[in-house]
Protein backbone atom coordinates (compact mmCIF):
# COMPACT_ATOMS: atom_id res chain seq x y z
CA UNK A 1 0.00 0.00 0.00
CA UNK A 2 1.35 3.39 -1.56
CA UNK A 3 1.98 6.37 1.50
CA UNK A 4 -0.36 8.11 -0.43
CA UNK A 5 -3.04 5.29 0.21
CA UNK A 6 -2.05 4.51 4.26
CA UNK A 7 -2.81 8.32 4.70
CA UNK A 8 -6.07 8.74 3.52
CA UNK A 9 -7.33 5.37 4.74
CA UNK A 10 -6.28 6.34 8.12
CA UNK A 11 -8.21 9.76 8.03
CA UNK A 12 -10.96 8.47 6.69
CA UNK A 13 -11.14 5.92 9.22
CA UNK A 14 -10.71 8.49 12.02
CA UNK A 15 -13.73 10.42 10.72
CA UNK A 16 -15.67 7.71 10.36
CA UNK A 17 -14.90 6.28 13.96
CA UNK A 18 -15.75 9.77 15.20
CA UNK A 19 -19.58 9.68 13.25
CA UNK A 20 -22.60 7.85 14.42
CA UNK A 21 -24.23 4.81 13.31
CA UNK A 22 -25.16 5.37 9.69
CA UNK A 23 -23.38 9.11 9.49
CA UNK A 24 -23.88 11.33 6.26
CA UNK A 25 -20.99 11.53 4.06
CA UNK A 26 -18.42 12.92 5.46
CA UNK A 27 -15.52 14.66 3.95
CA UNK A 28 -11.95 14.05 4.84
CA UNK A 29 -8.86 14.86 4.72
CA UNK A 30 -7.08 14.46 0.74
CA UNK A 31 -3.43 13.23 0.79
CA UNK A 32 -0.91 15.78 -0.39
CA UNK A 33 -2.25 17.90 -3.22
CA UNK A 34 -0.75 17.50 -6.54
CA UNK A 35 0.75 20.46 -8.54
CA UNK A 36 -1.51 19.50 -11.17
CA UNK A 37 -4.20 19.79 -9.00
CA UNK A 38 -3.27 23.40 -7.67
CA UNK A 39 -2.59 24.11 -10.88
CA UNK A 40 -6.19 23.43 -11.71
CA UNK A 41 -7.73 24.78 -8.46
CA UNK A 42 -5.27 28.31 -9.33
CA UNK A 43 -6.57 28.85 -12.92
CA UNK A 44 -10.51 27.65 -12.04
CA UNK A 45 -10.77 29.32 -7.99
CA UNK A 46 -11.38 26.25 -7.25
CA UNK A 47 -12.56 25.95 -3.61
CA UNK A 48 -9.38 24.12 -2.23
CA UNK A 49 -12.38 21.89 -0.43
CA UNK A 50 -12.49 20.22 -3.90
CA UNK A 51 -9.25 17.75 -3.01
CA UNK A 52 -11.54 16.27 0.05
CA UNK A 53 -13.39 13.08 -1.11
CA UNK A 54 -17.02 12.70 0.48
CA UNK A 55 -16.50 9.34 2.08
CA UNK A 56 -19.79 7.16 2.98
CA UNK A 57 -20.00 2.90 3.75
CA UNK A 58 -23.13 1.93 2.28
CA UNK A 59 -23.78 3.73 -0.59
CA UNK A 60 -23.26 6.27 -3.19
CA UNK A 61 -24.20 8.83 -5.89
CA UNK A 62 -22.83 11.24 -7.61
CA UNK A 63 -24.35 13.43 -10.86
CA UNK A 64 -24.32 16.54 -12.04
CA UNK A 65 -26.81 18.50 -10.15
CA UNK A 66 -27.32 18.54 -6.24
CA UNK A 67 -31.30 17.85 -6.27
CA UNK A 68 -30.90 15.02 -8.43
CA UNK A 69 -28.50 13.53 -6.11
CA UNK A 70 -30.38 13.70 -3.24
CA UNK A 71 -32.99 12.11 -5.03
CA UNK A 72 -31.11 8.93 -5.91
CA UNK A 73 -29.73 8.58 -2.37
CA UNK A 74 -33.03 8.72 -0.98
CA UNK A 75 -33.72 5.83 -2.79
CA UNK A 76 -30.39 3.72 -1.91
CA UNK A 77 -31.83 4.87 1.55
CA UNK A 78 -35.61 3.32 1.06
CA UNK A 79 -34.68 0.17 -0.23
CA UNK A 80 -33.32 0.43 -3.23
CA UNK A 81 -30.34 -0.77 -5.11
CA UNK A 82 -28.01 1.32 -7.40
CA UNK A 83 -30.05 0.51 -10.65
CA UNK A 84 -33.03 1.69 -8.77
CA UNK A 85 -31.50 5.16 -7.84
CA UNK A 86 -29.65 5.16 -11.48
CA UNK A 87 -33.44 5.52 -13.21
CA UNK A 88 -34.87 8.23 -10.42
CA UNK A 89 -31.54 9.98 -10.83
CA UNK A 90 -32.15 9.97 -14.86
CA UNK A 91 -35.79 10.85 -14.52
CA UNK A 92 -34.79 13.33 -11.94
CA UNK A 93 -32.21 14.75 -14.22
CA UNK A 94 -34.70 15.49 -17.04
CA UNK A 95 -36.34 17.94 -14.67
CA UNK A 96 -33.10 19.29 -12.73
CA UNK A 97 -30.53 19.38 -15.65
CA UNK A 98 -32.62 20.54 -19.02
CA UNK A 99 -30.02 21.46 -20.88
CA UNK A 100 -28.76 17.75 -20.78
CA UNK A 101 -30.81 15.30 -18.37
CA UNK A 102 -33.87 14.02 -20.85
CA UNK A 103 -36.63 12.05 -21.21
CA UNK A 104 -36.23 13.25 -24.81
CA UNK A 105 -32.56 11.58 -25.86
CA UNK A 106 -30.37 8.73 -25.09
CA UNK A 107 -27.56 7.43 -23.95
CA UNK A 108 -25.63 4.44 -22.38
CA UNK A 109 -25.54 2.25 -19.37
CA UNK A 110 -23.24 -0.20 -17.88
CA UNK A 111 -23.94 -1.93 -15.22
CA UNK A 112 -22.03 -4.19 -12.53
CA UNK A 113 -23.98 -6.70 -10.72
CA UNK A 114 -22.01 -8.01 -7.58
CA UNK A 115 -24.28 -11.15 -6.79
CA UNK A 116 -23.36 -12.87 -10.06
CA UNK A 117 -20.17 -10.65 -11.36
CA UNK A 118 -21.81 -10.17 -14.57
CA UNK A 119 -21.40 -7.14 -16.61
CA UNK A 120 -23.94 -5.94 -18.90
CA UNK A 121 -23.62 -2.47 -21.23
CA UNK A 122 -27.37 -0.73 -22.01
CA UNK A 123 -27.78 1.03 -25.33
CA UNK A 124 -30.16 3.10 -25.67
CA UNK A 125 -29.42 5.52 -27.97
CA UNK A 126 -31.47 7.16 -30.37
CA UNK A 127 -32.48 5.80 -33.72
CA UNK A 128 -32.66 7.82 -37.15
CA UNK A 129 -36.38 8.11 -38.39
CA UNK A 130 -37.59 5.15 -40.77
CA UNK A 131 -37.18 8.02 -43.73
CA UNK A 132 -33.89 9.01 -42.89
CA UNK A 133 -31.17 8.97 -45.86
CA UNK A 134 -27.50 9.94 -46.00
CA UNK A 135 -28.47 12.45 -47.82
CA UNK A 136 -31.06 14.23 -46.03
CA UNK A 137 -28.62 17.37 -44.90
CA UNK A 138 -27.12 17.81 -48.08
CA UNK A 139 -28.59 20.53 -50.89
CA UNK A 140 -28.94 19.96 -54.99
CA UNK A 141 -25.46 20.53 -54.92
CA UNK A 142 -23.91 18.15 -52.24
CA UNK A 143 -23.02 20.88 -49.73
CA UNK A 144 -24.51 20.72 -45.97
CA UNK A 145 -26.94 22.89 -45.36
CA UNK A 146 -26.26 24.60 -42.13
CA UNK A 147 -28.36 23.80 -39.20
CA UNK A 148 -30.27 21.25 -40.68
CA UNK A 149 -29.16 18.48 -38.15
CA UNK A 150 -29.18 20.88 -35.56
CA UNK A 151 -32.00 23.20 -34.77
CA UNK A 152 -34.47 21.83 -36.90
CA UNK A 153 -37.10 19.06 -36.81
CA UNK A 154 -34.88 16.67 -39.36
CA UNK A 155 -32.17 17.28 -36.65
CA UNK A 156 -34.20 14.84 -33.92
CA UNK A 157 -33.49 10.95 -33.69
CA UNK A 158 -35.98 8.74 -32.06
CA UNK A 159 -35.47 9.15 -28.67
CA UNK A 160 -34.09 6.23 -26.58
CA UNK A 161 -33.98 7.32 -22.73
CA UNK A 162 -37.49 6.40 -21.38
CA UNK A 163 -37.00 2.83 -22.93
CA UNK A 164 -33.65 2.51 -21.48
CA UNK A 165 -34.02 3.43 -17.64
CA UNK A 166 -37.56 1.23 -17.77
CA UNK A 167 -35.92 -2.03 -19.40
CA UNK A 168 -32.77 -1.42 -16.72
CA UNK A 169 -35.21 -1.08 -13.90
CA UNK A 170 -37.08 -4.12 -14.70
CA UNK A 171 -34.14 -6.47 -15.56
CA UNK A 172 -32.15 -5.18 -12.44
CA UNK A 173 -34.04 -2.93 -9.94
CA UNK A 174 -36.56 -3.92 -7.04
CA UNK A 175 -38.68 -1.13 -7.04
CA UNK A 176 -41.71 -0.26 -8.96
CA UNK A 177 -41.34 2.19 -11.93
CA UNK A 178 -43.99 4.70 -9.93
CA UNK A 179 -42.16 5.03 -7.10
CA UNK A 180 -38.48 5.69 -8.81
CA UNK A 181 -40.35 8.56 -11.11
CA UNK A 182 -42.45 10.08 -8.61
CA UNK A 183 -39.56 12.36 -7.31
CA UNK A 184 -38.90 13.78 -10.44
CA UNK A 185 -42.58 14.29 -11.12
CA UNK A 186 -42.96 16.16 -7.08
CA UNK A 187 -39.76 18.18 -8.45
CA UNK A 188 -41.23 19.39 -12.00
CA UNK A 189 -44.64 20.16 -10.02
CA UNK A 190 -43.22 22.29 -7.65
CA UNK A 191 -40.65 23.94 -9.29
CA UNK A 192 -37.48 25.17 -8.02
CA UNK A 193 -34.80 28.34 -8.05
CA UNK A 194 -33.43 28.52 -11.86
CA UNK A 195 -29.20 28.09 -10.52
CA UNK A 196 -26.29 30.61 -11.22
CA UNK A 197 -25.39 27.92 -14.24
CA UNK A 198 -28.67 27.02 -15.66
CA UNK A 199 -29.30 30.90 -16.09
CA UNK A 200 -26.47 31.34 -17.72
CA UNK A 201 -26.92 28.41 -20.16
CA UNK A 202 -29.90 29.68 -20.83
CA UNK A 203 -29.25 33.18 -21.48
CA UNK A 204 -26.35 31.60 -23.78
CA UNK A 205 -28.97 29.53 -25.79
CA UNK A 206 -31.69 32.39 -26.52
CA UNK A 207 -31.08 31.34 -30.08
CA UNK A 208 -31.84 27.96 -29.78
CA UNK A 209 -35.15 28.43 -27.64
CA UNK A 210 -36.37 31.54 -30.41
CA UNK A 211 -37.97 30.12 -32.64
CA UNK A 212 -40.21 27.67 -30.42
CA UNK A 213 -43.12 29.18 -28.40
CA UNK A 214 -43.92 25.78 -26.48
CA UNK A 215 -40.19 25.89 -25.24
CA UNK A 216 -40.17 29.59 -24.69
CA UNK A 217 -43.52 28.89 -22.21
CA UNK A 218 -41.42 26.81 -19.98
CA UNK A 219 -37.54 28.31 -20.00
CA UNK A 220 -38.65 31.73 -20.64
CA UNK A 221 -40.34 34.56 -18.23
CA UNK A 222 -41.69 38.13 -19.77
CA UNK A 223 -40.03 37.34 -23.22
CA UNK A 224 -36.37 35.94 -21.77
CA UNK A 225 -34.80 33.75 -20.39
CA UNK A 226 -35.03 32.82 -16.82
CA UNK A 227 -32.84 34.54 -14.15
CA UNK A 228 -31.00 33.31 -11.30
CA UNK A 229 -33.48 32.33 -8.40
CA UNK A 230 -37.04 32.75 -10.62
CA UNK A 231 -38.91 29.56 -9.89
CA UNK A 232 -38.75 27.02 -12.63
CA UNK A 233 -42.12 24.83 -13.02
CA UNK A 234 -42.75 22.61 -15.31
CA UNK A 235 -46.49 20.85 -15.04
CA UNK A 236 -46.16 19.57 -18.67
CA UNK A 237 -43.33 17.45 -17.60
CA UNK A 238 -44.92 16.42 -14.47
CA UNK A 239 -47.83 14.89 -16.08
CA UNK A 240 -45.71 13.14 -18.79
CA UNK A 241 -43.78 11.25 -16.14
CA UNK A 242 -46.29 10.28 -14.02
CA UNK A 243 -48.36 8.69 -17.59
CA UNK A 244 -44.79 6.95 -17.90
CA UNK A 245 -45.11 6.10 -14.18
CA UNK A 246 -48.35 4.81 -14.52
CA UNK A 247 -48.24 3.18 -17.97
CA UNK A 248 -44.42 2.53 -18.43
CA UNK A 249 -42.24 3.23 -21.31
CA UNK A 250 -45.71 2.51 -23.68
CA UNK A 251 -46.84 6.10 -22.73
CA UNK A 252 -44.11 7.85 -24.23
CA UNK A 253 -43.60 5.16 -27.36
CA UNK A 254 -47.13 4.12 -28.57
CA UNK A 255 -49.55 6.17 -26.03
CA UNK A 256 -50.85 10.00 -25.10
CA UNK A 257 -46.81 11.31 -25.33
CA UNK A 258 -46.12 9.18 -28.47
CA UNK A 259 -49.33 10.92 -30.51
CA UNK A 260 -47.95 14.46 -29.39
CA UNK A 261 -44.37 13.88 -30.45
CA UNK A 262 -46.03 12.55 -33.70
CA UNK A 263 -48.45 15.53 -33.72
CA UNK A 264 -45.52 18.11 -33.64
CA UNK A 265 -43.80 16.20 -36.18
CA UNK A 266 -46.29 15.63 -38.65
CA UNK A 267 -45.51 18.91 -40.95
CA UNK A 268 -42.27 17.87 -41.35
CA UNK A 269 -42.22 15.21 -44.25
CA UNK A 270 -39.61 12.18 -43.54
CA UNK A 271 -39.17 13.37 -39.67
CA UNK A 272 -40.19 10.96 -36.65
CA UNK A 273 -43.51 9.50 -37.00
CA UNK A 274 -45.64 7.36 -34.59
CA UNK A 275 -44.04 4.17 -35.84
CA UNK A 276 -40.76 5.28 -35.51
CA UNK A 277 -41.47 5.33 -32.00
CA UNK A 278 -43.45 2.30 -31.45
CA UNK A 279 -40.87 0.39 -33.23
CA UNK A 280 -38.04 1.52 -30.87
CA UNK A 281 -35.91 -1.01 -28.59
CA UNK A 282 -33.24 -0.79 -26.26
CA UNK A 283 -30.62 -3.11 -26.59
CA UNK A 284 -28.66 -5.39 -24.42
CA UNK A 285 -24.92 -5.04 -25.64
CA UNK A 286 -21.53 -7.35 -24.23
CA UNK A 287 -18.92 -4.74 -23.15
CA UNK A 288 -15.98 -3.87 -24.19
CA UNK A 289 -13.04 -4.57 -21.79
CA UNK A 290 -9.60 -4.38 -21.49
CA UNK A 291 -6.66 -4.44 -18.85
CA UNK A 292 -5.02 -1.65 -17.39
CA UNK A 293 -1.55 -2.26 -15.08
CA UNK A 294 -3.68 -5.00 -13.65
CA UNK A 295 -6.65 -3.34 -13.55
CA UNK A 296 -9.75 -4.37 -15.46
CA UNK A 297 -11.06 -1.89 -17.89
CA UNK A 298 -15.09 -2.59 -18.61
CA UNK A 299 -16.74 0.16 -21.02
CA UNK A 300 -19.40 0.76 -23.27
CA UNK A 301 -19.02 -0.71 -26.79
CA UNK A 302 -20.03 0.76 -30.22
CA UNK A 303 -22.14 2.21 -31.31
CA UNK A 304 -19.92 4.51 -28.40
CA UNK A 305 -16.58 5.08 -30.05
CA UNK A 306 -15.31 5.74 -26.06
CA UNK A 307 -14.70 2.24 -24.86
CA UNK A 308 -12.75 0.81 -28.09
CA UNK A 309 -10.67 4.25 -28.23
CA UNK A 310 -10.47 4.30 -24.07
CA UNK A 311 -8.75 0.98 -24.02
CA UNK A 312 -7.11 1.60 -27.32
CA UNK A 313 -5.06 4.75 -25.76
CA UNK A 314 -4.41 2.45 -22.65
CA UNK A 315 -2.85 -0.17 -24.29
CA UNK A 316 -0.51 2.24 -26.02
CA UNK A 317 0.52 3.53 -22.84
CA UNK A 318 0.59 0.57 -20.87
CA UNK A 319 4.41 0.49 -22.09
CA UNK A 320 5.69 4.04 -20.75
CA UNK A 321 6.81 5.04 -17.53
CA UNK A 322 4.06 7.80 -17.12
CA UNK A 323 4.29 7.58 -12.97
CA UNK A 324 8.09 8.33 -13.12
CA UNK A 325 7.19 11.14 -15.14
CA UNK A 326 4.76 12.72 -13.47
CA UNK A 327 1.72 13.68 -13.85
CA UNK A 328 0.54 16.69 -16.79
CA UNK A 329 5.08 16.54 -17.55
CA UNK A 330 5.30 18.14 -20.95
CA UNK A 331 6.81 13.84 -21.73
CA UNK A 332 3.44 12.44 -20.08
CA UNK A 333 0.95 15.27 -22.38
CA UNK A 334 3.43 14.34 -25.27
CA UNK A 335 3.41 10.28 -25.46
CA UNK A 336 -0.48 10.49 -24.33
CA UNK A 337 -1.32 13.51 -27.32
CA UNK A 338 0.32 11.34 -29.62
CA UNK A 339 -1.94 7.92 -28.81
CA UNK A 340 -5.30 10.14 -28.71
CA UNK A 341 -4.26 11.14 -32.43
CA UNK A 342 -3.71 7.80 -33.55
CA UNK A 343 -7.43 6.41 -31.69
CA UNK A 344 -9.32 9.44 -33.33
CA UNK A 345 -8.02 8.62 -36.81
CA UNK A 346 -9.32 5.34 -36.38
CA UNK A 347 -12.55 6.31 -34.86
CA UNK A 348 -13.32 8.52 -38.04
CA UNK A 349 -12.53 5.62 -40.08
CA UNK A 350 -14.16 2.36 -38.51
CA UNK A 351 -16.82 3.51 -35.87
CA UNK A 352 -20.42 3.49 -36.43
CA UNK A 353 -23.62 1.03 -35.60
CA UNK A 354 -22.55 -2.16 -35.14
CA UNK A 355 -25.89 -3.46 -36.47
CA UNK A 356 -25.10 -1.89 -39.94
CA UNK A 357 -21.60 -2.03 -39.95
CA UNK A 358 -18.45 -3.97 -39.34
CA UNK A 359 -16.68 -2.78 -36.53
CA UNK A 360 -13.05 -4.51 -36.34
CA UNK A 361 -13.29 -3.83 -32.46
CA UNK A 362 -11.22 -6.69 -31.03
CA UNK A 363 -8.27 -5.19 -33.36
CA UNK A 364 -9.16 -1.81 -32.47
CA UNK A 365 -8.77 -2.90 -28.35
CA UNK A 366 -5.61 -5.21 -29.42
CA UNK A 367 -2.54 -5.24 -27.67
CA UNK A 368 -0.32 -6.57 -30.52
CA UNK A 369 -2.63 -3.75 -32.46
CA UNK A 370 -1.28 -1.28 -30.31
CA UNK A 371 2.20 -2.25 -30.20
CA UNK A 372 2.35 -1.43 -33.79
CA UNK A 373 0.64 1.72 -33.38
CA UNK A 374 2.91 2.70 -30.43
CA UNK A 375 6.20 1.91 -32.28
CA UNK A 376 5.65 4.68 -34.86
CA UNK A 377 5.34 7.31 -31.63
CA UNK A 378 8.26 9.86 -31.28
CA UNK A 379 9.64 10.47 -28.09
CA UNK A 380 10.91 13.66 -29.04
CA UNK A 381 8.54 14.95 -31.76
CA UNK A 382 4.69 15.99 -32.69
CA UNK A 383 3.12 13.58 -35.27
CA UNK A 384 1.09 16.76 -37.71
CA UNK A 385 -2.11 15.06 -38.00
CA UNK A 386 -2.09 15.30 -41.66
CA UNK A 387 0.28 12.79 -41.61
CA UNK A 388 -1.96 10.16 -39.81
CA UNK A 389 -3.76 7.92 -41.82
CA UNK A 390 -6.20 5.48 -39.78
CA UNK A 391 -4.77 2.65 -38.89
CA UNK A 392 -5.21 -1.38 -40.26
CA UNK A 393 -6.40 -3.01 -36.93
CA UNK A 394 -8.28 -5.98 -38.77
CA UNK A 395 -5.72 -8.47 -38.69
CA UNK A 396 -5.90 -7.97 -35.13
CA UNK A 397 -9.09 -9.14 -34.83
CA UNK A 398 -8.56 -12.71 -33.21
CA UNK A 399 -20.21 19.06 -23.34
CA UNK A 400 -23.95 19.00 -22.94
CA UNK A 401 -24.26 15.64 -21.96
CA UNK A 402 -24.32 14.79 -18.49
CA UNK A 403 -23.15 11.56 -16.46
CA UNK A 404 -23.99 9.77 -13.05
CA UNK A 405 -22.25 7.08 -11.33
CA UNK A 406 -23.70 4.82 -8.08
CA UNK A 407 -22.54 2.27 -5.73
CA UNK A 408 -24.79 0.47 -3.47
CA UNK A 409 -23.90 -1.58 -0.05
CA UNK A 410 -24.32 -4.72 -2.06
CA UNK A 411 -21.03 -3.55 -4.50
CA UNK A 412 -23.43 -3.04 -7.37
CA UNK A 413 -22.56 -0.38 -9.49
CA UNK A 414 -24.11 1.89 -12.15
CA UNK A 415 -22.10 3.98 -14.97
CA UNK A 416 -25.14 6.42 -17.22
CA UNK A 417 -23.97 8.89 -19.47
CA UNK A 418 -27.12 9.98 -21.30
CA UNK A 419 -27.86 13.05 -23.52
CA UNK A 420 -29.75 15.90 -26.05
CA UNK A 421 -26.42 16.63 -27.90
CA UNK A 422 -25.75 20.00 -27.67
CA UNK A 423 -27.29 22.44 -24.71
CA UNK A 424 -31.37 21.83 -24.89
CA UNK A 425 -30.69 19.36 -28.23
CA UNK A 426 -32.68 21.12 -30.62
CA UNK A 427 -34.62 23.41 -28.40
CA UNK A 428 -37.89 21.73 -29.53
CA UNK A 429 -40.47 20.52 -26.89
CA UNK A 430 -42.97 18.60 -27.94
CA UNK A 431 -46.18 20.98 -27.32
CA UNK A 432 -48.28 19.79 -24.37
CA UNK A 433 -45.50 17.05 -22.86
CA UNK A 434 -42.90 19.46 -21.63
CA UNK A 435 -40.25 17.20 -22.92
CA UNK A 436 -37.31 18.71 -24.70
CA UNK A 437 -36.32 17.18 -28.06
CA UNK A 438 -33.10 15.74 -28.90
CA UNK A 439 -30.57 16.43 -32.29
CA UNK A 440 -28.70 13.85 -32.29
CA UNK A 441 -29.06 13.43 -35.83
CA UNK A 442 -26.20 15.79 -36.03
CA UNK A 443 -23.98 12.82 -34.61
CA UNK A 444 -23.83 11.11 -37.83
CA UNK A 445 -21.32 12.28 -40.92
CA UNK A 446 -24.24 14.13 -42.48
CA UNK A 447 -21.01 14.23 -45.56
CA UNK A 448 -18.01 11.97 -44.98
CA UNK A 449 -15.15 14.38 -44.27
CA UNK A 450 -17.16 17.14 -43.33
CA UNK A 451 -16.96 18.20 -39.29
CA UNK A 452 -20.00 18.30 -37.01
CA UNK A 453 -20.78 20.25 -34.06
CA UNK A 454 -17.93 19.22 -31.99
CA UNK A 455 -15.42 19.47 -35.02
CA UNK A 456 -15.57 15.42 -35.58
CA UNK A 457 -15.10 14.12 -38.63
CA UNK A 458 -16.48 10.59 -39.77
CA UNK A 459 -16.31 8.65 -42.77
CA UNK A 460 -19.24 5.96 -44.59
CA UNK A 461 -19.24 3.60 -41.30
CA UNK A 462 -21.45 6.27 -39.88
CA UNK A 463 -23.50 8.04 -42.76
CA UNK A 464 -27.01 8.42 -42.23
CA UNK A 465 -29.37 5.37 -42.31
CA UNK A 466 -33.13 4.60 -41.22
CA UNK A 467 -32.97 3.11 -38.17
CA UNK A 468 -29.42 3.75 -37.72
CA UNK A 469 -28.05 4.60 -34.48
CA UNK A 470 -25.60 7.59 -34.63
CA UNK A 471 -21.84 6.84 -33.34
CA UNK A 472 -21.46 8.50 -29.74
CA UNK A 473 -18.18 9.39 -27.65
CA UNK A 474 -20.28 8.21 -24.74
CA UNK A 475 -18.20 6.49 -22.29
CA UNK A 476 -19.39 5.58 -19.10
CA UNK A 477 -16.84 3.12 -17.15
CA UNK A 478 -15.95 0.52 -14.95
CA UNK A 479 -12.62 0.06 -13.28
CA UNK A 480 -12.44 -3.77 -11.71
CA UNK A 481 -9.68 -5.50 -9.86
CA UNK A 482 -10.19 -9.24 -9.33
CA UNK A 483 -13.83 -8.78 -10.07
CA UNK A 484 -14.58 -6.25 -7.95
CA UNK A 485 -15.41 -2.64 -8.77
CA UNK A 486 -12.73 -0.37 -7.68
CA UNK A 487 -13.62 2.72 -9.92
CA UNK A 488 -17.12 3.96 -11.22
CA UNK A 489 -16.36 6.71 -13.42
CA UNK A 490 -17.86 8.91 -16.53
CA UNK A 491 -18.06 12.64 -17.89
CA UNK A 492 -19.98 15.05 -20.71
CA UNK A 493 -17.61 16.74 -22.82
CA UNK A 494 -18.52 15.49 -26.55
CA UNK A 495 -15.44 14.39 -28.49
CA UNK A 496 -13.57 15.04 -24.96
CA UNK A 497 -15.50 12.66 -23.21
CA UNK A 498 -13.24 10.06 -23.85
CA UNK A 499 -10.30 11.81 -22.77
CA UNK A 500 -11.58 12.64 -19.82
CA UNK A 501 -12.33 9.69 -18.71
CA UNK A 502 -8.56 8.38 -19.41
CA UNK A 503 -7.05 11.44 -17.69
CA UNK A 504 -9.30 10.32 -15.06
CA UNK A 505 -8.42 6.58 -14.95
CA UNK A 506 -4.67 7.25 -15.19
CA UNK A 507 -4.42 9.94 -12.27
CA UNK A 508 -6.00 7.36 -10.14
CA UNK A 509 -4.11 4.28 -11.26
CA UNK A 510 -0.95 5.73 -12.29
CA UNK A 511 -0.76 8.70 -10.09
CA UNK A 512 -2.71 7.47 -6.84
CA UNK A 513 -4.90 10.32 -6.45
CA UNK A 514 -8.71 10.14 -5.07
CA UNK A 515 -11.74 10.97 -6.68
CA UNK A 516 -11.75 15.09 -6.31
CA UNK A 517 -8.05 15.11 -6.85
CA UNK A 518 -8.44 13.79 -10.05
CA UNK A 519 -11.58 15.57 -11.10
CA UNK A 520 -9.50 18.95 -10.22
CA UNK A 521 -6.46 18.18 -11.70
CA UNK A 522 -5.75 20.02 -15.39
CA UNK A 523 -6.69 17.99 -18.46
CA UNK A 524 -5.74 18.36 -22.36
CA UNK A 525 -7.35 16.74 -25.39
CA UNK A 526 -6.18 15.91 -28.80
CA UNK A 527 -8.62 14.53 -31.10
CA UNK A 528 -6.58 14.40 -34.49
CA UNK A 529 -8.66 17.11 -36.60
CA UNK A 530 -8.78 19.63 -36.05
CA UNK A 531 -5.33 19.20 -35.36
CA UNK A 532 -4.11 21.00 -32.18
CA UNK A 533 -3.29 20.30 -28.65
CA UNK A 534 -5.81 21.95 -26.38
CA UNK A 535 -5.06 22.33 -22.69
CA UNK A 536 -6.59 24.08 -19.74
CA UNK A 537 -5.24 27.36 -18.54
CA UNK A 538 -2.78 26.56 -15.84
CA UNK A 539 -0.10 24.34 -17.71
CA UNK A 540 3.25 25.85 -16.46
CA UNK A 541 4.99 28.14 -18.96
CA UNK A 542 7.61 25.44 -19.11
CA UNK A 543 5.23 23.17 -20.19
CA UNK A 544 3.68 24.71 -22.97
CA UNK A 545 7.26 25.61 -24.16
CA UNK A 546 8.50 22.25 -24.72
CA UNK A 547 5.13 20.95 -25.85
CA UNK A 548 5.63 24.09 -28.68
CA UNK A 549 9.31 22.31 -28.75
CA UNK A 550 8.01 19.33 -29.83
CA UNK A 551 5.82 20.46 -32.18
CA UNK A 552 2.44 20.68 -30.80
CA UNK A 553 -0.14 23.08 -32.28
CA UNK A 554 -1.29 24.88 -28.58
CA UNK A 555 -4.82 26.14 -28.20
CA UNK A 556 -5.02 26.80 -24.13
CA UNK A 557 -9.34 26.36 -24.18
CA UNK A 558 -11.92 25.30 -21.51
CA UNK A 559 -14.75 22.90 -20.82
CA UNK A 560 -13.13 19.54 -20.63
CA UNK A 561 -15.77 17.24 -19.62
CA UNK A 562 -16.96 17.38 -15.92
CA UNK A 563 -16.56 13.60 -14.61
CA UNK A 564 -18.33 12.20 -11.59
CA UNK A 565 -16.69 9.43 -10.14
CA UNK A 566 -16.73 6.83 -7.27
CA UNK A 567 -13.77 4.87 -6.19
CA UNK A 568 -14.37 1.42 -3.70
CA UNK A 569 -11.66 1.44 -1.79
CA UNK A 570 -10.95 -1.12 1.66
CA UNK A 571 -14.52 -1.57 2.12
CA UNK A 572 -15.41 2.69 1.62
CA UNK A 573 -16.85 4.67 -0.80
CA UNK A 574 -14.82 7.77 -2.04
CA UNK A 575 -16.56 9.79 -4.34
CA UNK A 576 -16.42 13.42 -6.12
CA UNK A 577 -18.01 15.30 -8.39
CA UNK A 578 -16.27 17.86 -11.00
CA UNK A 579 -15.49 21.35 -9.38
CA UNK A 580 -16.15 22.31 -12.98
CA UNK A 581 -19.64 22.36 -12.71
CA UNK A 582 -21.04 23.70 -9.20
CA UNK A 583 -24.42 22.32 -9.32
CA UNK A 584 -22.96 19.29 -9.27
CA UNK A 585 -22.79 17.10 -5.90
CA UNK A 586 -21.95 13.93 -4.37
CA UNK A 587 -23.63 12.34 -1.55
CA UNK A 588 -23.36 8.79 0.24
CA UNK A 589 -24.45 7.30 3.69
Not at 222 to 239: F, I, N, R, S
Amino acid sequence: MSLRTTVLMASVLLVLLAACSSPPATPVAAPAQTSAAQQAAAAYDFDMDVFHPVVARHGMVASEQALATRIGLDMLKNGGNAVDAAVAVGFALAVALPNAGNLGGGGFMVVHDAKSGRDVALDFRETAPSDASRTMYLDGQGKVVNGKSLYTHYAVGVPGTVAGLAHALQQWGQLPLAKVIEPAAALAEKGYPVSETLAKVLAREQKTFAPWPASQAIFWKHGAPMQQGELLVQKDLAASLRLIAKEGAKAFYEGAIAQKIAAEMAPHAGAITLADLKNYKAVEREPVRGSYRGYQIVTMPPPSSGGAHLIQILNMMERWPIQDWGVNSANTVHHMTEAMKLAYADRAEYLGDPDFVKVPLKGLTSKRYADRLAAGISADKARPAGDIQPGKPQPYESDQTTHFSVVDAAGNAVAVTYTLNTNFGSGIVASGTGILLNNEMDDFAAKPGVANAYGLVGGDANAVAAGKRPLSSMTPTLVLKDGKVRLVTGSPGGPRIITTVLETVVDMIDFGMNPAEAAATLRFHHQWMPDELRLEKGFSRDTLDLLAAKGHKIAVKPAMGRTQTIQVQGGLLLGASDPRNPDGRTLGY
